[in-house]
Structures are given as C-alpha cells and as structure tokens.
C-alpha cells in the first residue's frame, strides 16, 4: 500500500485522473496487489524466517486467543514464540489484505503487482495508475 502526491501542472483530463478531486496536490492511495504465488513465496519466507511484527491489538487479542484454544494452552507464556508467528502470519496477511483493498477502493485504486513490475518506465506506471483510476 503506497500514498502518492502528484502535483498539478497539468489539466487533470489531460493525464487521465479525472476521477480525482484536484488541488494543489492530488493524494491518492494505490495498493499494489500481489499474485497468488508471491504471496505465498511470502508466506512461506515469514514461517522459514520469523521477525518481529505489529499487530493490530484487536486481531492480536483474537488471534491469541484462538491460538491458545487450538494448542491446549492455558496461558501465552507457554507459547513458542516462532511457532506462533507461523500460525499467525498467514491469518494477518488475509485481515491486512481485506483492509488494504478497502481502502484502495475507497481512496484509490489497486494495479496488480506483475503489470507493475513490466513498466519500464515512470510514463508506464503514471499509465497504469491512470487506468486503474477508470
């Protein structure tokens, strides 16, 4: 998930974002979707390779609590912590997604990562986000 601030020198039809209210400078959220298979190339590195991770305290506090429910444990001292974050991972991967798209839906648009990752240029991903925007 981006933000980007695009200043007007230009009639906004003129680059295709009419559907943005223009100012002094547009802001505008793009979320970059990833395929199916990166995102479980990611997945996959997050359980192989654990870090440390932010986590929203609602979904923390229910995750948690399923985790200890699922492994019979009475209380999070006894959790391993790597063998947590692999469960995890993925179930905050999915509530990260959901809220990335509403929000691209809201305040933006989405571009898939593979078309992003074939411009060759800024004039082609300015392209891209302009279509996106249609």
Known sequence: MYAFNFRCDFPPRAA???KIKMAECVKI???IKTSKENERLLIDRAKSQPKPMYYNPKFFE???LSYLKE???AYAAQINPNAFVTWVFPKLVADR???YSALAD???C???SDALHKCNSAKDVLNLISSALK
């Open 16 to 18: 295709g974002l009419n």
């Open 29 to 31: 959220i793009i979320y």
């Open 62 to 64: 229910g995750a948690l």
């Open 71 to 73: 492994n019979s444990l």
């Open 97 to 99: 997604l959901k809220k």
């Open 106 to 108: 809201k305040y933006g």
């Open 110 to 112: 989405t571009i898939e």
